[in-house]
């Protein structure tokens, strides 16, 4: 059972989270959780502002204070709690201090102190469960989640994992134990700590799942599961009560921020249902994500945001040998992630993550011929299975697109998946329109 960020967020958070827990203790629930909403976005400040110098110990008091609090109301005279959180704090400042004498971080050193929102929240969240009368024990992740020493995003080892599980997890569940983990954060195999990128928690829970060969992994959000569109952009999105794996899969990577991309991959791999629930409303069944989907239907839109499409020129490059190979080497040796790419006999058309300096763009090309880069483009996508099987979808999709300005066109793998590059002013209003014509309507013929 993993849940995220608004789901913990303060007291009240870390009660309602901790009787949900309560209810499903005859199932031997495993719990991650997220860092309290804001927690890592405010390292991340502060990590930024001890690098130049600047101010941190206003920002770190703040989440004392934030965090002490929520302790004292749910476990008045515990001693030790806050004694635990200070220790946290001592060793928070040793490092951002450390950072801001040095002037320089290194992506290590980065993620030893990004990872203190789910240290904290940990504790905080097994005091909650003592509060339901639930045995909770802090199972500290960075020595079970065992990941390669790519900092910032780095990738679990399941072997590994699961032997970590084996001697530190499985234990404590047969004791009748409730072990809670910090999401996002792993360890290398000689106990350097890393993350496993932002919004990591999700593929946590995941990996545990695997590793632990759990019966079904839970995500826990602020929403009623998955739904038809991003509930900002989209007024009509409703929940979709059952999806497959490559539905989902897609929506993930396509910008439906709900699901971490990779936090599927390890259901897949296991075959393990993942559901997503709402723990504001826990009475709700929320999404269950399987094999197989419910028939072919249109299943949802997503935007992803801020993206860049970058052009190199390189003519003849088909025939230049372990050309494709060294540019993606570049592309990855930047840790710029490619979203898609249209090969062409006089260039290769790149879309990546905006807000990149040009610099690195242009080290990436690496002298082969001129870049060219529109910038603040959204990719919005229309995923189901039944864009395989009705191909007569994508012509209506696409007018629809046109009429408003479509760069470029990209389609997912197997052709479940239709997206549309715009520009960001017109990407909101396509959302709605491919929601309102294939999402609402073809729900409305299978009801
Ligand atoms: P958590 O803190 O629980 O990990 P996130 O903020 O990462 O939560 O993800 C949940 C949010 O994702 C929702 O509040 C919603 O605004 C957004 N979202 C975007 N697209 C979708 C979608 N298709 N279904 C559900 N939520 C979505
Ligand atoms: N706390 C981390 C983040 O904000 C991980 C997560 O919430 O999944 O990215
Ligand atoms: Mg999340």
Redesign the pocket.
Known sequence: M??????VAGTEGMRRVARIVAAAREESPVVVT?AM?GVTDTLAGLLESALHGGAIEDGVAGLRERHLEVARALAPSDENLPRRLEELFRELRVLLRGMRLLGTTTARSADAALGFGELLAQELLVAALSGEGIRGRVVDAREVIVTDDHFGAARPDVAATRARCAERVRPLVEDGVVPVLGGYLGGTPEGVPTTLGR?G??LSAAILGLALAARRVE???????????????VPG?RV?PEISFREASE?AFF??????PASIDPAIQGGLPVL?RN?LAPEKPGTTILQEAPGPRAA????RRDLALVRLRAPGWRRRRGFLERLSQRIAGHGVELVHAWPGPLGIELLVPGGRPAETLDAILAGDGERRAEEDLVLVSLVGEALASRPGLWGEALALAAERDVLRVVQGEGAISLGAVVRADRADDLARAWHGRFVDEEGEDER
Do not use: E, M, N, Q
């Open positions: 993993k849940f995220g960020g608004t789901s997220s909403a919004g928690s999700d995500i826990w959000t602020d929403v009623d599961g998955l739904l038809s569109g991003d509930p900002r952009v999105a979709i929506l910008g439906a921020r709900v699901l971490h997503v723990s949802a839109v997503a935007l």
